[in-house]
């Protein structure tokens, strides 16, 4: 029975596992992973450290037993700490230091990433957090049973989800960006809407904020650093970025490229015989730019362990590519982008024009509508949609509205043709224009008439 | 200066008038209004009737003021009785019967459509109402005013937001549907779903009942015929169905077509030379379809509108055409649907394969989760997608989630696709792969394997 090792748990590991099993159940399928955890959301970590999601278990994409069924074996509290390609072969070594050889015809690295941890003094301070494991979120959780004031150093989306979380558990909470708006992954005209709604619901926010040191005062910590002032804490978060976790990879001698991230070709494979990769640890090819990128991101990670899992037993499936879509929740607002914003869009050679929109979720008659921010960005020479981002409402169906422009964006559709799209329509969820196409109007509109960056307001 | 005459002020009157209006100021644009009402958005008038829309005057989709800031010009009262297209006239009618011929250079017919009168004997009763107009709303609302049970003919969407508005009132619904499942737009299975929904809310639903007569006992009605036991109730909603309103049009020599709807080409023009038409009164090109069909919706009228105004002051739009998408909520219910189903599908010439599916609108460990049945249809000969169809909880993002299907069928997606597609991800909004996706995923494995119809569960 040939063996497929699929080293990691999470989710790159888990949808190559559950790929190749399906595809062809002679593959006999060890997933090795290095806690007791496997298949964890650890998108969910936030609302587990909220209250929202009381038990940790309920964080399991599917359940021990679940995974059991699929007939995949796995092997918990286990590292690989190197690979043989010539052998065929990867060194485990499990919770009491014992190493194994084991042998395997197919490969899928999965490992991931890891929290960058920035040059701050004192990083290594008790109370001082990193969120990569369940057991980082433990420990977190720990800290956080009696402490009153938190500090995030990092604005991105991590950061601000764990800012909503801990200002749910009524913690005094500050997010220290060292940019000079939270949420750089969308427009700063955006970002400012989410930093209006971090300071509503109590959230101290610095930006231009560049954290030197951490000190201790008794329990308390003391945050310092340029461009804000000093700030008292029981808890720190350290959320400032991800890095690729390559070093197994490496020791394969697999190549190493954006970010230090794997280098695959779209079918997810390394340039080593019979080694695979996927997910947070490898590079990301962009649809949009035609080039890989570095973009860890839970969708992406699935899609690519798929293929992974497909080639791993024989396939021949290509990644379409990323298209840089993503959303998150703060608060009361859903933050989403796809595609290129204007900067991304003129490197990468087009002529991009932005336009600003807002319109209604919903008929304004019925209850409970609420209004949404949209940025169209488009190609002025050939009219193409290169990109779009909404700021709106929880409940105003922003995330999927974003997905009709990704959806757009996969098939290269021009601006006003997301306008001739026929979209769903009744009163309690949309307008007949839907405010896409509102923005994809306003943004022809503009176009034509040769003016610059555009800013328009909503029609009832 | 060149005149542009509107005839209709509902979703393609206005559209057509702002279009033009914006191109080219140099056209005067009047519209002609036959009640007191332009701009009504008649897909409102359930959440007037159910109070949740308290005053009626908020159906509009523009203010009278917000009208006339546009420079159109609204002759109200008034309709159009005869067209001259040799003399370029219009014969107006004012509310006293005074007439009077008005010159056009361009005129668009946007008279939109009248609900079909079913023979059934006792419908000219007091009691009995079809829903026409903004009186015919107001008429209606008085008759519910001390009513406490109403039977609703027809089951499909008008009939059912209806039942799920009077319901809001406390009045006992029944709900008499000809064929045998409510909300036929959708397969049975899914009609199913809606037919639970509202037992589930204490609307009495009975299917293959045919109405043949209503009689009066007092004030109370009694509906009899086929199928059903006699009803009693205080009001009586006919909901059948729509007809094009074409007597203008045929008055003026315009060629009809399906259904009896006035033809147009895919610039919305008539036959006859200035003359352009639009909205539920013309025939709608199908996309998918490539030929003609009767399709009323506003979303439709407002493209279609769109064009007519754009094209009239000497634009060379082309109206991309309908994919039949639609959305309804009844209760907490949202219906949605885009493109073919399995007998349509087939009819056009393919090889249609349909698989059901279930899914979470977000990861079911975050707070609110709620499931949605998913059916996908594809071409087994060439993997195109070719419709989908959502039934799922009204917070569900169902509406925007058929527009991603939507999208996909503009773009003429293979089902596949839909699964590669960069879609946003947050455990609030959504899984890392959405129901559409895991929809497309199973449809794909089941066309690989041959399988006819198919029913797949969800995963977490």
Known sequence: MPRLLVIGGSDAGISSSLRARELDPSFDVTMVVADRYPNFSICGIPYFIS????DWRDLAHRTREEIDATGIELLLDTRATAIEPSERTVELMDARGTTEMVPYDRLVIGTGAVPIRPDIAGIELEGVHLLHTMDDTFALNDRL??????????????????????????????????????????????????????????????TSATVR???????????????????????????????PDTALAASAGAELGVRGAIVVDRGMRTGIANILAAGDCVETWHRMLQRPTYMPLGTTAHKQGRIAGEN??????????????????????????????TA??????????????????????????????????????????LGAQIV?????????????????LYSEMRVEELSDVDLSYTPPFSSPWDPLQVGAQAWAQAAASGSGSEVSTALR
């Open 51 to 54: 209250g929202e999601t009381p």
């Open 213 to 243: 040191r951490i000190t201790q005062e008794g329990r308390a910590l003391q945050v310092a650093g340029d461009g804000f002032d000093a700030v008292t804490a029981d808890a720190v978060l350290i959320a400032v970025s991800v890095r």
């Open 344 to 385: 991304e869009a003129a490197e990468a050679g087009h002529d991009p024009l932005t336009v600003e929109t807002e319109g209604w979720d919903h008929k304004v008659y019925y209850p409970g509508a609420t209004k949404m921010t949209v940025r169209t960005t488009g190609d002025r020479r050939d009219g193409r949609l």
């Open 392 to 408: 709106g409402h929880r409940n105003g169906q922003v995330a999927k509205r974003i997905d009709i422009a990704a959806a757009a």
């Open 312 to 341: 791993a037993v024989g396939g021949d499936r290509v990644f379409a590519g990323s298209l840089g879509t993503q959303v998150v929740k703060v608060f009361d607002l859903a933050v989403a982008r796809t595609g290129l914003r």
């Open 145 to 206: 049973a009696d402490a009153e004031a938190a500090v995030i150093v990092g604005g991105g989306y991590i950061g601000l989800e764990m800012a909503d979380a801990l200002s749910q558990r009524e913690m005094a909470v500050t997010v220290l960006e060292q940019l000079p708006s939270v949420m750089t992954t969308v427009d700063p005209e955006m970002g400012e809407l989410v930093g209006r709604e971090l300071r509503t619901h109590g959230v101290e926010v610095r």
